[in-house]
Every structure is written in structure tokens, then in C-alpha cells.
């Protein structure tokens, strides 16, 4: 079989196929179901309300983390990152549909949108492969 025209199968589809596999089988300990079908995903409105002026703190263990994505009221975005809160980004924020958008001013891609859901502090992006990309938490401080 000629595989040039076969479509691209990411980790996360791979991922996504395994846990609904297993989810199946009645496996235990195979974690939350992390898909945006899943999730109680924001309207409009509310997502506006509840992330504008915020920031979102996520990759708490990753290296050079954690990162704080600031959304500011007027649209701006920073990114800083690590104890010093180094700034990494500044850029853009907006609300595309139901979709968290940002674009930073030098970074490749230059923007992303995700579906977003909030529990309480706990926000949940997701990817355009139904599955989530980033999770963190909604906290007031700049």
C-alpha cells in the first residue's frame, strides 16, 4: 500500500485510541477520560469572564517551569516562566468562538486557538485532535 497519502497520526490520536481502548476493557488506573468530547467546554461569555485579567500557571515540573500565561484586559499576553518569572513572550490574546486564542510576537506558529473548559481554577486547553493539550490553573496575580 502506497503510505504518501496516508494522514498523519499523532501521539495524542494514538494516545486517545489506546485509553478508549482500554476505558473498553474495563482496565482500572488508566486515568480521566482527557478529551474534549468529555469536557463541559465554555461559551463565549464565559470564557471571556472567567480567563480575562487572569493568568493561567501550568508545566509546574517541567523544565524552566512553571510558566504563567498573563491575559491581560486590553488583549495583551505575556508569558514568563521559572522562579524569576523570566519573561519569555509578549503578544495577543482573544476569543475565537468558543476557542482561547493567543499569538505571541516572536514564536513559531505564531498563534493557537483551543477549545477551553474550567472547573473551578483547574482550566483544561484542548487540541485540534480532541484531546487535551494543557492543563493549569486560573489564579488573580500578574
Known sequence: MDQKNWPRISDFQIG??????LAAAGVDGIGPDTSAASANLMTVEALKAAVTGRTVRYAEASPGGPYLMRLDADGTA????GAARQLA???KWWIDGNRLCRGWDKFQPNFDCWPVS?????????????TMFLQGTLISES
Open 16 to 21: 486517545r485510541l489506546m485509553w478508549l481502548i
Open 78 to 81: 505575556t508569558l514568563r516562566k
Open 89 to 91: 513572550f509578549t503578544g
Open 118 to 130: 474550567i472547573e473551578g481554577t483547574i482550566i483544561s486547553l484542548f487540541g485540534d485532535k480532541d
